[in-house]
């Protein structure tokens, strides 16, 4: 699966490896239910590095389309909020 993180650039990640992510997808959806900015901040920094721990970086050229596309690390609460699904950042996990 290829993972777009706006800014960034985009990484290819297993969909096996998703469930991994899930606990911190969790906590970022509480912490934003919860107005946590500085939770928030911290739980969104840890998900997209554990995307890059996880996953391998595609070339800077390539343009693929993406399956899931997460925020920028600098990413707002309310810009996260439109990107949100009722499965958080990451569906069907």
Known sequence: MIVRIMGE???TLDGSRLAELDALDEELLTEMENGDGPGFRATLKALLAKVHELGEP???D???PSDLILPSPEATLEEVREL???DGLIPGT
């Open 9 to 11: 650039g985009q990484v």
């Open 58 to 60: 595609l070339p800077e």
């Open 62 to 64: 390539s343009l693929e």
């Open 84 to 86: 949100l699904s009722d």
